[in-house]
Protein backbone atom coordinates (compact mmCIF):
# COMPACT_ATOMS: atom_id res chain seq x y z
CA UNK A 1 0.00 0.00 0.00
CA UNK A 2 1.56 3.50 -1.12
CA UNK A 3 1.34 6.25 1.22
CA UNK A 4 -1.34 7.96 -0.23
CA UNK A 5 -3.67 5.25 -0.40
CA UNK A 6 -2.48 4.63 3.51
CA UNK A 7 -3.50 8.33 4.40
CA UNK A 8 -6.92 7.80 2.93
CA UNK A 9 -7.47 4.33 4.69
CA UNK A 10 -6.98 6.41 7.93
CA UNK A 11 -8.45 9.69 7.09
CA UNK A 12 -11.84 8.61 8.92
CA UNK A 13 -10.22 7.24 12.13
CA UNK A 14 -8.44 11.02 12.44
CA UNK A 15 -12.02 12.11 12.52
CA UNK A 16 -13.07 10.61 15.68
CA UNK A 17 -12.16 10.67 19.36
CA UNK A 18 -9.48 11.23 20.65
CA UNK A 19 -7.81 12.13 17.77
CA UNK A 20 -10.21 14.49 16.19
CA UNK A 21 -10.00 16.41 19.64
CA UNK A 22 -5.95 17.14 19.47
CA UNK A 23 -5.07 20.88 18.36
CA UNK A 24 -1.91 22.97 18.94
CA UNK A 25 1.35 22.20 17.34
CA UNK A 26 2.12 19.12 15.64
CA UNK A 27 5.45 17.81 13.66
CA UNK A 28 4.87 16.09 10.37
CA UNK A 29 7.69 13.97 8.31
CA UNK A 30 7.24 12.76 4.92
CA UNK A 31 10.40 10.39 4.48
CA UNK A 32 11.14 9.46 0.59
CA UNK A 33 13.23 7.08 -0.62
CA UNK A 34 16.65 7.44 -1.30
CA UNK A 35 18.72 5.62 -4.24
CA UNK A 36 22.47 5.69 -2.73
CA UNK A 37 24.79 7.86 -4.37
CA UNK A 38 21.53 10.03 -6.09
CA UNK A 39 22.28 13.72 -5.72
CA UNK A 40 19.95 14.81 -7.91
CA UNK A 41 17.16 13.26 -6.49
CA UNK A 42 18.25 14.98 -3.26
CA UNK A 43 17.77 18.17 -5.22
CA UNK A 44 14.56 17.46 -6.64
CA UNK A 45 13.29 17.06 -3.00
CA UNK A 46 14.80 20.53 -2.09
CA UNK A 47 12.62 22.10 -5.11
CA UNK A 48 9.64 20.33 -3.43
CA UNK A 49 10.37 21.82 -0.12
CA UNK A 50 9.99 25.06 -1.43
CA UNK A 51 7.06 25.01 -2.28
CA UNK A 52 5.42 22.86 0.13
CA UNK A 53 7.25 25.26 2.44
CA UNK A 54 9.01 22.21 3.84
CA UNK A 55 12.25 21.65 4.97
CA UNK A 56 14.46 18.71 3.96
CA UNK A 57 15.74 16.51 6.78
CA UNK A 58 18.72 14.10 6.57
CA UNK A 59 18.86 11.93 9.82
CA UNK A 60 21.28 8.87 10.73
CA UNK A 61 19.81 5.55 13.12
CA UNK A 62 22.02 3.10 13.94
CA UNK A 63 21.32 0.25 16.64
CA UNK A 64 22.86 -1.51 19.09
CA UNK A 65 23.47 -4.34 16.40
CA UNK A 66 26.23 -2.05 14.33
CA UNK A 67 22.64 -1.58 11.67
CA UNK A 68 22.83 1.99 10.40
CA UNK A 69 20.14 3.65 7.70
CA UNK A 70 19.73 6.89 6.54
CA UNK A 71 16.74 8.34 6.32
CA UNK A 72 15.83 11.72 4.03
CA UNK A 73 12.63 13.50 4.50
CA UNK A 74 10.55 16.51 4.36
CA UNK A 75 9.42 17.81 7.64
CA UNK A 76 7.13 21.05 8.76
CA UNK A 77 5.12 22.23 12.00
CA UNK A 78 1.63 22.59 11.49
CA UNK A 79 -0.12 24.67 14.29
CA UNK A 80 -4.15 24.55 14.35
CA UNK A 81 -5.64 26.05 17.56
CA UNK A 82 -9.31 23.83 16.62
CA UNK A 83 -10.35 20.64 17.31
CA UNK A 84 -10.30 18.40 13.76
CA UNK A 85 -6.62 19.76 13.61
CA UNK A 86 -5.04 16.48 12.35
CA UNK A 87 -7.81 15.84 9.57
CA UNK A 88 -6.79 19.15 8.03
CA UNK A 89 -2.96 18.09 8.48
CA UNK A 90 -3.65 14.87 6.79
CA UNK A 91 -5.23 16.75 3.99
CA UNK A 92 -2.10 18.33 3.37
CA UNK A 93 0.44 15.98 3.97
CA UNK A 94 -1.71 14.04 1.05
CA UNK A 95 -0.93 16.99 -1.49
CA UNK A 96 2.47 17.41 -0.43
CA UNK A 97 2.86 13.56 -1.30
CA UNK A 98 0.95 14.48 -4.46
CA UNK A 99 4.19 16.78 -5.18
CA UNK A 100 6.97 14.37 -4.25
CA UNK A 101 4.91 12.26 -6.56
CA UNK A 102 4.96 14.50 -9.51
CA UNK A 103 8.44 14.88 -9.01
CA UNK A 104 9.03 11.27 -9.68
CA UNK A 105 10.15 10.55 -6.28
CA UNK A 106 8.53 8.12 -3.96
CA UNK A 107 7.02 8.53 -0.62
CA UNK A 108 7.33 5.41 1.73
CA UNK A 109 6.09 6.80 5.10
CA UNK A 110 4.27 10.00 6.24
CA UNK A 111 4.31 10.38 10.18
CA UNK A 112 2.86 13.11 12.09
CA UNK A 113 3.61 13.93 15.89
CA UNK A 114 1.38 15.90 18.31
CA UNK A 115 3.70 18.32 20.40
CA UNK A 116 1.22 20.17 22.29
CA UNK A 117 -0.51 18.94 25.98
CA UNK A 118 -2.51 17.37 26.92
CA UNK A 119 -2.42 14.39 24.50
CA UNK A 120 -3.71 11.25 24.19
CA UNK A 121 -4.74 10.22 27.72
CA UNK A 122 -2.79 6.67 27.55
CA UNK A 123 -0.41 5.44 24.70
CA UNK A 124 -0.03 2.20 22.29
CA UNK A 125 2.06 0.42 19.95
CA UNK A 126 0.36 2.51 17.61
CA UNK A 127 0.28 5.87 19.21
CA UNK A 128 3.46 6.06 21.13
CA UNK A 129 5.37 8.85 22.82
CA UNK A 130 8.41 9.53 21.87
CA UNK A 131 11.54 11.79 23.56
CA UNK A 132 14.40 13.03 21.46
CA UNK A 133 17.07 14.40 23.69
CA UNK A 134 19.54 16.59 22.30
CA UNK A 135 23.16 16.05 22.80
CA UNK A 136 26.64 18.10 22.41
CA UNK A 137 29.49 16.30 22.93
CA UNK A 138 33.35 17.48 22.27
CA UNK A 139 34.53 15.84 19.50
CA UNK A 140 37.36 14.24 21.21
CA UNK A 141 35.53 12.46 23.35
CA UNK A 142 33.02 11.24 20.88
CA UNK A 143 33.98 7.91 19.81
CA UNK A 144 33.69 7.18 23.98
CA UNK A 145 30.88 8.87 24.86
CA UNK A 146 29.00 7.07 21.69
CA UNK A 147 30.15 3.72 22.55
CA UNK A 148 28.92 4.42 25.98
CA UNK A 149 25.30 5.58 24.53
CA UNK A 150 25.17 2.28 22.71
CA UNK A 151 26.29 0.35 25.29
CA UNK A 152 23.48 2.08 27.99
CA UNK A 153 21.41 2.30 25.13
CA UNK A 154 20.83 -2.03 26.19
CA UNK A 155 20.04 -1.08 29.77
CA UNK A 156 17.65 2.79 29.42
CA UNK A 157 16.19 1.54 26.17
CA UNK A 158 16.99 4.51 23.85
CA UNK A 159 18.78 4.34 20.42
CA UNK A 160 20.96 6.77 19.24
CA UNK A 161 20.53 8.92 15.95
CA UNK A 162 22.60 11.66 14.16
CA UNK A 163 22.24 14.51 11.45
CA UNK A 164 25.30 14.19 9.47
CA UNK A 165 25.53 17.82 8.99
CA UNK A 166 25.65 18.77 12.58
CA UNK A 167 29.28 17.18 12.91
CA UNK A 168 31.41 20.42 13.63
CA UNK A 169 35.44 20.25 14.20
CA UNK A 170 35.38 20.80 17.95
CA UNK A 171 31.89 19.01 18.85
CA UNK A 172 29.28 16.51 17.38
CA UNK A 173 25.38 17.37 17.95
CA UNK A 174 23.97 13.38 18.75
CA UNK A 175 20.59 12.69 19.89
CA UNK A 176 19.04 10.09 21.39
CA UNK A 177 15.41 8.82 21.52
CA UNK A 178 13.37 7.04 23.80
CA UNK A 179 9.95 5.67 22.53
CA UNK A 180 7.26 4.71 25.24
CA UNK A 181 4.83 2.55 23.61
CA UNK A 182 2.57 1.85 26.64
CA UNK A 183 1.77 3.78 29.83
CA UNK A 184 0.95 7.67 30.63
CA UNK A 185 2.38 10.94 30.64
CA UNK A 186 3.48 10.49 34.63
CA UNK A 187 4.93 6.90 33.55
CA UNK A 188 7.01 8.96 30.48
CA UNK A 189 8.19 11.23 32.72
CA UNK A 190 9.33 9.03 35.00
CA UNK A 191 11.59 7.03 32.52
CA UNK A 192 13.20 10.50 31.28
CA UNK A 193 13.82 11.62 34.75
CA UNK A 194 15.69 8.42 34.55
CA UNK A 195 17.15 8.90 31.18
CA UNK A 196 18.30 12.57 32.08
CA UNK A 197 20.20 11.51 35.18
CA UNK A 198 21.71 8.77 33.51
CA UNK A 199 23.04 11.32 30.84
CA UNK A 200 23.75 13.73 33.43
CA UNK A 201 25.83 11.61 35.71
CA UNK A 202 27.83 10.33 32.28
CA UNK A 203 28.78 14.05 32.09
CA UNK A 204 26.93 14.76 28.60
CA UNK A 205 26.13 18.04 28.10
CA UNK A 206 22.03 18.43 27.24
CA UNK A 207 21.27 20.60 25.22
CA UNK A 208 16.95 19.99 24.14
CA UNK A 209 15.02 17.53 25.28
CA UNK A 210 11.53 17.50 22.53
CA UNK A 211 8.87 15.45 23.63
CA UNK A 212 6.22 14.31 21.12
CA UNK A 213 3.21 11.86 20.59
CA UNK A 214 2.61 10.20 17.48
CA UNK A 215 -0.61 10.38 16.01
CA UNK A 216 -0.36 8.95 12.65
CA UNK A 217 1.94 6.36 11.13
CA UNK A 218 1.42 4.72 7.92
CA UNK A 219 4.18 3.18 7.97
CA UNK A 220 5.81 2.28 11.50
CA UNK A 221 7.78 -1.23 10.49
CA UNK A 222 10.01 1.29 8.68
CA UNK A 223 11.95 1.71 11.97
CA UNK A 224 10.67 -1.08 13.83
CA UNK A 225 14.30 -2.64 13.80
CA UNK A 226 15.52 0.33 15.35
CA UNK A 227 13.17 1.25 18.10
Not at 39 to 56: C, S
Not at 150 to 163: I, K, T
Request: charged letters at 30%; glycine letters at 4%.
Amino acid sequence: MDALTDLAARREAVDLPPLAQLCGRFHSHVTVRMPTNAPEVLEALHRVARTEHAKVTVIELADLADRVERDVMLTRYHVDADPGALGRISDSLAATCRAVQAADLTVIRVKVEHESQPSLPRYDAERYHEVHIKLQIPAERYEADYAWLREQGAVHGWRPSRNPRERRADHVMQFVTLRCYDGDRAAADARVAEVEQALSHRGLQIREIKRETTVLDTRREHDRWWA
